[in-house]
Structure formats: structure tokens, C-alpha cells
């Protein structure tokens, strides 16, 4: 039985309450006491009923005995019970060791990996149960340092953090009384380093969620990762699609399965659509990519590039899961989910008729939109500093120190790349400087502006070839949406023959340019 008595700090008052227990012939087996918040603790064997009944009201007659009331344990068995609990819970082995070596105390993972019982290692010197590193000439040394070393436990090699304890005397000296040694078998450590590669590369604690568009964004997909359903992700280059889909695949259930990205716009149909479904070759089969990430995701990048045969396909596959390898007959089904990005305007490619609309809602069940870096300021500074770090520590050599000026230049400039943009120039940045201080200069950041796009320091010329210039360039890019120059000239508001005049001034035509 256990109570704890709240009381005043008062000299005398703890043997008062003795006393009551010694002329109730009470077996008192421990007494702590707490100053800092005034309470005392007993701990006696188990006492009748009527004989509790009278001893609580005099201990609460004592003058400062402010309460009086039972517990379950003295604070130091909780402390024991709590930490032979955490030990026992550990995955790795954890032994303690006092200043000569010898065994104090060790966990259930520990006996695991010594393969022995607690009661076979306590008491033995530690050099017996761990080989490759001699534990008693590092306690006797002048210094004694915290080290990570390989051992050998049972033939097997195994990581051992070593650290020494200290502990404080009555002038508050510290007094080195031993060290705990952590080991850790090399396939454990292996699933340690796997799962920080994948969480630490692919999930979404990488994503920073400083603005609040990308707050809203982050906490949408968390929720969409759970799902089965396709998710389109909209955003212009450089925004992070493949980060986020990644991001999505790693919350899912589907983590432990394989995520393959196709990019559809870097391939030509011939290639894309055995790359996508496999291909029936005459003595085997290659495996596509709906194949290669059965259970798990498929990444379509630049969808909106895909062409219309392979539109169809895709479209076949989202309605049943199944399709067919190129040059076969047979009916494959798989199970994975799509997930699909694009910077381009597909409900105006749906109404242009240059991207199909059931498809379109196929892979659009669910959505998320990335905001251009521009329109997420408070990103700008966090994203800036994380690139530094890690390509400062990539590069061996100390994080420059950011100038007064290149913060606001940072949060004004639109980044058309977007993150990407950002990342690059600053690799390039950290790469090539010879200073402790990061400044503008150093970015080599061209002039842009929305309006106008990049301008070039050294522009030569007329105004009139400049506009000539612009002319034949957006024509260029209009034509293969536009490729006729009546289309051209309703889409410009111009007439049919100014427009056909510029095509032929600027040879642009079916030839020149692909459509």
C-alpha cells in the first residue's frame, strides 16, 4: 500500500507521520519525498481495513498534512516501470554498462541480438558480448568521447552508438558512471535508411506549405491519396506535378508498390504506345508500363500531349482496367491508379476538339491545381534557403549568407520556371561563388516580364525588326493550334490575306512546322 500525503514544507513534519505508522506497528519498506511540489510518499505492506480507517484521519490531524490519498506507485517505481516499458518497446538493442564494463542492464531486443537471456548478460563484461572494439581501454581513456563503430555480435556485423553518462555530485561536478551502447543489425539499419530515402524524398514533409495556396493544396491531396480515383494536377512548368503525384503515391496504400512515370510528350506516338502497353514481340513480351506498376501508379506527365490514338487506348484501359500489348491479341488487366499532370489548357483543347472529352473526365475525377511560385510569395524565402543548404552541403563547403538586397529581389522577380527555375539558378549560384555572401549578381537571373517575357541585355537592332521578331514567333506558336490561315486570322482578328502574307514572309507552313 502507497499514499501520498500533501503537505506544507515544514521541519519535523515528516517524523510525525512516522510515528503514526510505527505505533500502528506499521512495516514502513519506503519513503520518498517531492519538495518541489510538497508531497511526501509511504510504502508499507498491505494492513487490515479498521486499522487504514485510523491511521488516515491522524495523518490529516497533523498540522500542514494538507491531503491524504492512496496511489498506485512511488514516483521513482514509476519512473522504473516507465522506462523498462520504453526499453522493451525499442526495436534496436540497448545495453547499459557501468565505468568497468560490466553489464548493468539490457532490453528484450538486445538479448534477441546476443541471442541470450538478460539474466546471462547482466553481470558480464561487455567486451565478451561484443566484438571489434575494446570498451575497456575507451573507459579508461583521459577523455572519453561518444562513438559510432562496427561491432560483431554472434559472427553478424552490427552499428554501435556508444555514449558515456555523467551524472551530477553534491557540488553539482559530473561524474562519469558508465555509458549505454545502441546496436543496430545491418538489415535494420537498411529499413531505417529506406524509409528515410522514401519519406524523406517523396513525401509530402518535403512539400513546403508556407503560403497558403500550397497549405490548401498539400492538405486536398493528403485526402486524395487515400482514394482510388484518377487525379489530374494542373500547374505551369516547374511547379512540382512529379513531386506532388509522388507525394500521393507514398500516402497511399499503394506506397510499397512501384510508381513509373511516362512523359507523353517526349515520345512519338510509334514509341509512346508500346512504352505504355507493352509490345508482342515474335519468341516474348515486353512489358509496358501499365504492366511494370501492377498494384501500384502510373504517372502520365504532359498528358495533354498525348495524341488522339493513344487517347483511345488509355480511355479503353480507364473503363475496364484492362488493354491489349501492340501486336496482340490478348486481353491484359492490371491494377493501378493513374495519376496525370499537365500545363496545358485542356478544356479549351476539349472545345477545340484536340483532346477528347470523355477521357478528359476520365482522368479529371479529382483534381488539384498548382499556383505559379509567383503567386505564393511566402514560399519564395523557405524554398531559397533549403536549396542553399543542400547544395552548399553537397558542394563541402559552408551555406552563404543571404545580402540585404537579393530577399525582396527573390519575391519580386515572376519566375516563369517557376521552383525549378529557382533551384537551378541557385545551384548555379552556389556552384560557381567565391564569396561568404550571396548577392543578386551572383543568380545571373535574365530580365523578365509578364507582359513582354524575356528581354535580351544585349538587344540589336530596329524596333522594326524587333516586332518582326515577335510576329514570327507568335505565329509559330499559334499555327500548329491554328493551321490554316483563316484560323489563323479569325484567332488574331486579322484578315485572311494579311495573315497568309506573314506565314509566307516568315515560311511557315505545314512543312516547317509540325501540327
Same mark, same amino acid.
Given at each position: 500500500?502507497?499514499?501520498?500525503?500533501?503537505?506544507?514544507?515544514?521541519?519535523?513534519?515528516?517524523?510525525?507521520?512516522?510515528?503514526?505508522?510505527?505505533?500502528?506497528?506499521? %512495516?514502513?519498506?519506503?519513503?520518498?519525498?517531492?519538495?518541489?511540489?510538497?508531497?511526501?510518499?509511504?510504502?508499507?505492506?498491505?494492513?487490515?481495513?479498521?486499522?487504514?480507517?485510523?491511521?488516515?484521519?491522524?495523518?490529516?490531524?497533523?498540522?500542514?498534512?494538507?491531503?491524504?490519498?492512496?496511489?498506485?506507485?512511488?514516483?521513482?517505481?514509476?519512473?522504473?516501470?516507465?522506462?523498462?516499458?520504453?526499453?522493451?518497446?525499442?526495436?534496436? #538493442? &540497448?545495453? $547499459?554498462?557501468?565505468?568497468?564494463?560490466?553489464?548493468?542492464?539490457?532490453?528484450?531486443?538486445?538479448?534477441?541480438?546476443?541471442?541470450?537471456? +538478460?539474466?546471462?548478460?547482466?553481470?558480464?563484461?561487455?567486451?565478451?558480448?561484443?566484438?571489434?572494439?575494446?570498451?575497456?581501454?575507451?573507459?579508461?581513456?583521459?577523455?572519453?568521447?561518444?562513438?559510432?563503430? *562496427?561491432?560483431?555480435?554472434?559472427?553478424?556485423?552490427?552499428?554501435?552508438?556508444?555514449?558515456?553518462?555523467?551524472? =551530477?555530485?553534491?557540488?553539482?561536478?559530473?561524474?562519469?558512471?558508465?555509458? &549505454?551502447? @545502441?546496436?543496430?543489425?545491418?538489415?535494420?539499419?537498411?529499413?531505417?535508411?529506406?524509409?528515410?530515402?522514401?519519406?524523406? @524524398?517523396?513525401?509530402?514533409?518535403?512539400?513546403?506549405?508556407?503560403? +497558403?495556396?500550397?497549405?490548401?493544396? &498539400?492538405?486536398?491531396?493528403?485526402?486524395?491519396?487515400?482514394?482510388?480515383?484518377?487525379?489530374?494536377?494542373?500547374?505551369?512548368?516547374?511547379?512540382?506535378?512529379?513531386?506532388?503525384?509522388?507525394?500521393?503515391?507514398?500516402?497511399?496504400?499503394?506506397?510499397? /508498390?512501384?510508381?513509373?512515370?511516362?512523359?507523353?510528350?517526349?515520345?512519338? !506516338?510509334?514509341?509512346?504506345?508500346?512504352?505504355?502497353?507493352?509490345?508482342?514481340?515474335?519468341?516474348?513480351?515486353?512489358?509496358?508500363?501499365?504492366?511494370?506498376? !501492377? #498494384?501500384?501508379?502510373?504517372?502520365?506527365?504532359?498528358?495533354?500531349?498525348? +495524341?488522339?490514338?493513344?487517347?483511345? /487506348?488509355?480511355?479503353?484501359?480507364?473503363?475496364?482496367?484492362?488493354?491489349?500489348?501492340?501486336?496482340?491479341?490478348?486481353?491484359?488487366?492490371?491494377?493501378?491508379?493513374?495519376?496525370?499532370?499537365?500545363?496545358?489548357?485542356?478544356?479549351?483543347?476539349?472545345?477545340?476538339?484536340?483532346? *477528347?472529352? !470523355?477521357?478528359?473526365?476520365?482522368?479529371?475525377?479529382? $483534381?488539384?491545381?498548382?499556383? =505559379?511560385?509567383? !503567386?505564393?510569395?511566402?514560399?519564395?524565402?523557405?524554398?531559397?534557403?533549403?536549396?542553399? $543548404?543542400?547544395?552548399?552541403?553537397?558542394?563541402?563547403?559552408?551555406?552563404?549568407?543571404?545580402?540585404?538586397?537579393?530577399?525582396?529581389?527573390?519575391?519580386?522577380?515572376?519566375?516563369? #520556371?517557376? &521552383? *525549378?527555375?529557382?533551384?537551378? $539558378?541557385?545551384?548555379?549560384?552556389?556552384?560557381?561563388?567565391?564569396?561568404?555572401?550571396?548577392?543578386?549578381?551572383?543568380?545571373?537571373?535574365?530580365?523578365?516580364? @509578364? %507582359?513582354?517575357?524575356?528581354?535580351?541585355?544585349?538587344?540589336?537592332?530596329?524596333?522594326?525588326?524587333?516586332?518582326?521578331?515577335?510576329?514570327?514567333?507568335?505565329? *509559330?506558336?499559334?499555327?500548329?493550334?491554328?493551321?490554316?490561315?483563316?484560323?489563323?486570322?479569325?484567332?488574331?482578328?486579322?484578315?485572311?490575306?494579311?495573315?497568309?502574307?506573314?506565314?509566307?514572309?516568315?515560311?511557315?507552313?505545314?512543312?516547317?512546322?509540325?501540327?
Amino acid at each position: 500500500m502507497r499514499l501520498e500525503i500533501h503537505c506544507a514544507d515544514r521541519i519535523g513534519i515528516a517524523q510525525e507521520i512516522l510515528n503514526i505508522l510505527v505505533s500502528y506497528q506499521v %512495516d514502513l519498506k519506503g519513503i520518498e519525498v517531492d519538495s518541489v511540489n510538497c508531497r511526501m510518499y509511504v510504502s508499507f505492506p498491505p494492513i487490515e481495513f479498521e486499522q487504514f480507517q485510523k491511521i488516515m484521519p491522524e495523518i490529516r490531524l497533523i498540522q500542514g498534512v494538507e491531503d491524504v490519498r492512496t496511489t498506485a506507485f512511488l514516483p521513482s517505481e514509476r519512473e522504473h516501470n516507465e522506462l523498462t516499458t520504453l526499453l522493451s518497446a525499442l526495436p534496436d #538493442g &540497448v545495453i $547499459s554498462i557501468d565505468v568497468k564494463g560490466i553489464v548493468r542492464q539490457c532490453n528484450d531486443s538486445a538479448c534477441r541480438d546476443l541471442n541470450t537471456s +538478460s539474466t546471462e548478460v547482466i553481470g558480464q563484461h561487455i567486451n565478451t558480448q561484443l566484438k571489434g572494439f575494446n570498451f575497456t581501454r575507451w573507459l579508461e581513456s583521459a577523455e572519453v568521447l561518444a562513438q559510432t563503430t *562496427r561491432v560483431e555480435v554472434n559472427g553478424e556485423d552490427f552499428i554501435a552508438d556508444i555514449l558515456p553518462i555523467s551524472v =551530477p555530485d553534491a557540488e553539482n561536478e559530473t561524474i562519469f558512471v558508465g555509458a &549505454v551502447v @545502441n546496436i543496430k543489425s545491418q538489415s535494420r539499419l537498411g529499413e531505417q535508411v529506406s524509409a528515410f530515402r522514401r519519406q524523406g @524524398n517523396e513525401s509530402f514533409a518535403t512539400i513546403h506549405t508556407h503560403s +497558403s495556396a500550397m497549405r490548401k493544396v &498539400v492538405r486536398e491531396a493528403r485526402k486524395m491519396a487515400q482514394l482510388e480515383a484518377p487525379i489530374l494536377i494542373t500547374g505551369e512548368t516547374g511547379t512540382g506535378k512529379e513531386l506532388l503525384a509522388k507525394a500521393c503515391h507514398y500516402a497511399s496504400n499503394r506506397a510499397n /508498390k512501384p510508381f513509373v512515370t511516362l512523359s507523353c510528350a517526349s515520345l512519338p !506516338d510509334d514509341v509512346a504506345e508500346p512504352e505504355l502497353f507493352g509490345c508482342a514481340l515474335p519468341n516474348a513480351e515486353s512489358r509496358g508500363v501499365l504492366e511494370q506498376a !501492377d #498494384g501500384g501508379t502510373v504517372f502520365l506527365d504532359e498528358v495533354g500531349e498525348m +495524341s488522339a490514338q493513344l487517347q483511345t /487506348k488509355l480511355l479503353r484501359f480507364l473503363q475496364d482496367g484492362t488493354f491489349r500489348r501492340v501486336g496482340s491479341e490478348n486481353e491484359v488487366k492490371v491494377n493501378v491508379r493513374i495519376l496525370a499532370a499537365t500545363q496545358k489548357d485542356i478544356p479549351g483543347m476539349v472545345q477545340e476538339g484536340r483532346f *477528347r472529352e !470523355d477521357l478528359y473526365y476520365r482522368i479529371n475525377v479529382l $483534381s488539384l491545381e498548382l499556383a =505559379p511560385l509567383r !503567386d505564393r510569395k511566402a514560399d519564395i524565402v523557405p524554398l531559397t534557403e533549403h536549396f542553399i $543548404s543542400r547544395y552548399s552541403h553537397q558542394l563541402g563547403r559552408k551555406s552563404p549568407v543571404l545580402d540585404d538586397t537579393i530577399t525582396a529581389f527573390l519575391q519580386q522577380y515572376p519566375w516563369p #520556371g517557376n &521552383v *525549378r527555375q529557382l533551384e537551378n $539558378s541557385l545551384y548555379r549560384a552556389i556552384s560557381l561563388l567565391d564569396d561568404e555572401n550571396l548577392s543578386i549578381e551572383h543568380l545571373q537571373l535574365p530580365s523578365f516580364t @509578364n %507582359d513582354l517575357g524575356y528581354l535580351e541585355s544585349d538587344f540589336e537592332g530596329t524596333l522594326d525588326q524587333a516586332v518582326k521578331r515577335f510576329e514570327s514567333t507568335l505565329l *509559330r506558336k499559334l499555327y500548329p493550334a491554328y493551321p490554316s490561315s483563316r484560323q489563323l486570322a479569325k484567332r488574331l482578328g486579322l484578315s485572311h490575306t494579311a495573315i497568309a502574307n506573314k506565314l509566307r514572309e516568315y515560311g511557315i507552313n505545314r512543312k516547317t512546322i509540325k501540327v
